[in-house]
């Protein structure tokens, strides 16, 4: 890509490409198959422990630690401008290297950080490295983001919920535009976006584990300022209106799953659209992906414009996001660990 390229081409297929192949260099210039990669992980705010504590991360640069590759490394070799904004809590890398504890038979490729719409890149950048995933023929996923709760009389600070639905508010669907066949099919639907096989095995981990795990719908707004209470206040009725109409529809059972028989759900600026490209390459004809397994993971940070289940607390702000996040990253971490584990015994 060059300063010249026409938009609707720039983070196409042709730069995945070229990103694909500079990242089985580096792991070739460090003795490491790139057929091995098969899992990846997308680490939202707080989340960045993951490579850490089950990557060995903390020995990048040494021979026996993983392969740390900054964005902005390949974004020069791509001669893109690297005009992110850099959120904090985001480290805006990827980490390539086996889960601690296992042989190299198999790698996965950590998605530490995300550059967002809101911060004025376009939508494909922002879904770029789920590209070089199914380039690179990565077979699982497990997602993640921090989240503000809509229902709070049924999510806690901090918790995890498990993503079984979505909502995207956003006009920003990273699919509008010339579709390249060779990523995935034209008119693409949504139906097993979040499948129930590895919503199942994800819940049957956590119960293992002793990790307490809800289950709900994530609404994505374009952010980057939090939501209104007027928001919030549309997004429970949409909530209930959905969870309502699913009570008719049979052989749907994602709005069944409630204990106390109330909707659950969290609202963040993000993932949503990504798990729209995870399933336009899981039904790719040319370059397939994401189809042993994924699921997405929500950490319940805040609650959503201070709405809290009995009166307003203090608004939400992004230092008590991330300090939130932390108190659950080592939960979080393994869970994911273990899901990824399993979805190899499936293999």
Do not use: C
Not at 69 to 86: M, Q, R, V
Not at 225 to 238: D, F, H
């Amino acid at each position: 890509m060059s300063p010249t390229t026409p938009p609707s081409e720039q983070f196409g297929y042709d730069d995945a490409a070229r990103a694909r192949d500079l990242v089985i260099d580096k792991l070739r210039d460090r003795g490491l198959d790139a057929e091995k990669v098969q899992d990846g992980v997308i680490l939202g705010s707080g989340l960045g422990g993951f490579p850490d504590d089950h990557m060995h991360a903390s020995r990048r640069g040494h021979a026996d630690g993983p392969l740390v590759i900054p964005f902005g490394e390949i974004l020069d070799a791509l001669e893109a401008p690297t005009a992110s904004t850099g959120v904090q809590g985001h480290a805006h890398e990827l980490v390539i290297g086996p889960l601690s504890n296992t042989d190299e038979s198999r790698l996965v490729v950590a998605q530490s950080g995300r550059e967002h719409p809101y911060e004025r890149v376009p939508m494909q950048r922002s879904v770029f490295w789920l590209r070089v995933m199914q380039l690179l023929g990565v077979k699982t996923l497990f997602g993640s983001n921090a989240a503000g709760i809509v229902t709070p009389r049924t999510l806690g600070i901090p918790s995890l919920m498990l993503v079984n639905s979505d909502r995207e508010a956003g006009t920003d669907n990273p699919l509008v535009g010339p579709n390249d066949d060779r990523f995935g099919e034209r008119f693409q639907h949504m139906n097993d976006k979040y499948p129930q096989a590895s919503r199942d095995l994800v819940k049957a981990v956590a119960a293992r584990l002793g990790i307490p795990l809800a289950e709900g719908l994530l609404f994505r707004e374009m952010g980057p300022s939090y939501e209104s209470p007027e928001t919030i206040l549309e997004l429970r009725g949409r909530l209930r209106t959905i969870w309502r109409e699913a009570q008719d529809q049979r052989g749907e059972d994602r709005f069944r799953y409630s204990s106390t028989g109330d909707p659950t759900g969290m609202v963040g600026m993000s993932s949503t659209f990504e798990h729209t490209v995870v399933q336009h390459a899981a039904y790719s004809r040319v370059h397939p992906a994401f189809y042993k397994g994924r699921a997405h993971v929500g950490v319940a940070t805040n609650y959503a414009a201070g709405m809290g289940p009995d009166g307003f607390v203090p608004p939400p702000n992004h230092e008590e996001v991330k300090t939130n996040a932390k108190l659950v990253q080592d939960q979080f971490g393994r869970l994911a660990r273990e899901v990824i584990l399993e979805w190899r015994k499936a293999a």
